[in-house]
């Protein structure tokens, strides 16, 4: 008896993984884009760029995935407390349009009375912030800053009392930050 190779099994296994291969390839090129544009604007203020972190990645994921638009429970987050900020269009977004958006804020921030309209662009400046984790599902797009810290303190994106220090004003123009 003469066995037969499943072509058709093999193909669309193959099929499967390239789909898999190029989700990647465009998740990798999302979280170059969305790092690159929060680095750009944290430069302008004069603070130590982000890195990616696949745990806050992951956390923003999971959230973004459940659906809705609402905030998470980020400062109780399992790998630490996490500043958040969340972006929702009507086509998929990318990461420099959310990061322009929560920059025009920029106007809004008082630094006398950091409660008004500009929580999305203090987060994205915050002098204690270290980690940029992101993910996007449908129009909805989440972003989580970590500190590095397992514990809520001043290093913690929005904490109240700690603006003064955390947010900085603009010491750079946008062609000294490439």
């Known amino acids: 008896m003469r066995l037969r190779f499943p072509w058709r099994i093999l193909l669309s296994g193959l ?23 929060h680095n750009q ?17 992951a956390y923003a994921r999971h959230w973004v995935r459940q ?11 399992p790998i630490g407390p996490l500043g958040e900020n969340l972006y929702g269009s ?14 025009s804020e920029v106007s809004d921030y008082r630094p006398e009375d950091p409660s008004g309209a500009a929580g999305h662009f203090t987060a994205m400046v915050w002098k204690g912030a270290r980690y940029l984790g992101c993910a996007r599902a449908g129009g909805n797009l989440f972003c989580n800053y970590w500190s590095g810290t397992r514990t809520a303190d001043c290093s913690t994106p929005n ?8 947010v900085l004003p603009r010491v750079r123009t946008s062609a000294q930050c490439p």
């Open 15 to 37: 099929a499967v993984a390239g789909t898999a291969v190029a989700a990647a390839a465009d998740d990798a090129a999302f979280a170059q884009d969305i790092l690159r544009a």
């Open 41 to 57: 604007v944290r430069c302008l203020h004069g603070v130590a760029p982000l890195a990616w972190h696949a745990g806050v990645a």
């Open 67 to 77: 659906g809705g638009f609402d905030h998470s429970d980020s400062y109780n987050a």
């Open 90 to 103: 009507s086509e998929v977004p990318t990461g420099a349009e959310a990061v322009q958006s929560w920059y």
């Open 159 to 166: 904490m109240q009392g700690c603006y003064r220090a955390q």
